[in-house]
């Protein structure tokens, strides 16, 4: 797996309020990702970091900021949760570098949003 | 948008080799093809991936076509373990996964 934790796994919250999900990973691996699943549309890129500090936009990232102050910590924060949220958030990291790397994906976050 | 195009589902009998196909055909020569798949409500897990070669590895074998506009997944002896959503994609190095909607593959006892 990686040494990729998500926390927290389930999370209900009230549309309006704030939502930070932690991604961390144990080996030091360079790029990190956020994705969303909702049925009918597959996995879709949030966010992604190729280092500290440094991250960029994948084709969802609307209503959702990303952090990378240390290596090892991804997070993703929903600065006012809308029910469109609700869905299932999984993080990833990429094994090495170079033109080719499989990517290892976290358990999953399930985020509710009434 | 996701540039392969696979089945939507596809049933196999227990025991025998599940063969997956993907249709790739806008790919361009540094892509590299690889396949994941999702058990359900767990995150994908990464199967194994090709360039141009044939590749095997413990859990499946990736026999691409010599002009790579297709690929074909097999897992040798499927079991019910192996049922789950299987995603095609086409990447070049650390460019995102743009995951299409994959085979639902169901392995009947």
């Known amino acids: 797996d990686a040494g990729i ?4 796994r389930h999370k209900v919250t009230e549309t309006g309020t704030p939502v930070t ?4 990973q144990t080996e030091n691996h360079r790029y990190m990702y956020w994705y969303r699943q909702d049925p009918g549309h597959g996995l879709r890129l949030i966010h992604y970091s190729y ?3 440094d991250t960029d936009k994948g084709e969802v ?3 959702y900021s990303v952090s990378r102050s240390k290596t090892e910590d991804f997070l ?3 600065e006012s949760a809308t029910s469109s949220q ?5 993080c990833a990291i990429s094994l090495g570098s170079g033109p080719y790397n499989e990517q290892f994906f976290g358990p999953g976050t399930r985020l509710t949003v009434l | 948008d996701a540039k392969t195009t696979q089945p939507p589902s596809m049933d196999c009998a227990e025991g025998r080799a599940a063969n997956l196909p993907c249709n790739h055909s806008t790919i361009s020569g540094n ?3 690889y396949w994941y798949r999702q058990i359900h409500s767990q995150g994908p897990q990464y199967i194994i991936h090709g360039l141009k070669n044939n590749e095997t590895n413990e859990m499946a074998s990736l026999i691409i076509t010599e002009d790579r506009k297709s690929s074909t997944l097999i897992l040798p002896h499927a079991t019910l373990r ?6 095609c994609i086409v990447r070049v190095g650390d460019d995102k996964i743009i995951f299409g909607k994959g085979t639902r593959l169901h392995i009947l006892p």
């Open chain 1, 5 to 8: 934790t998500q926390s927290p």
């Open chain 1, 21 to 24: 999900l932690r991604c961390h």
């Open chain 1, 51 to 53: 280092g500290v500090k």
């Open chain 1, 61 to 63: 990232s609307d209503g």
């Open chain 1, 76 to 78: 993703l924060t929903l």
């Open chain 1, 86 to 90: 609700t869905s299932v958030y999984f």
């Open chain 2, 31 to 33: 892509e590299y093809v």
């Open chain 2, 82 to 87: 192996d049922t789950a959503v299987y995603y």
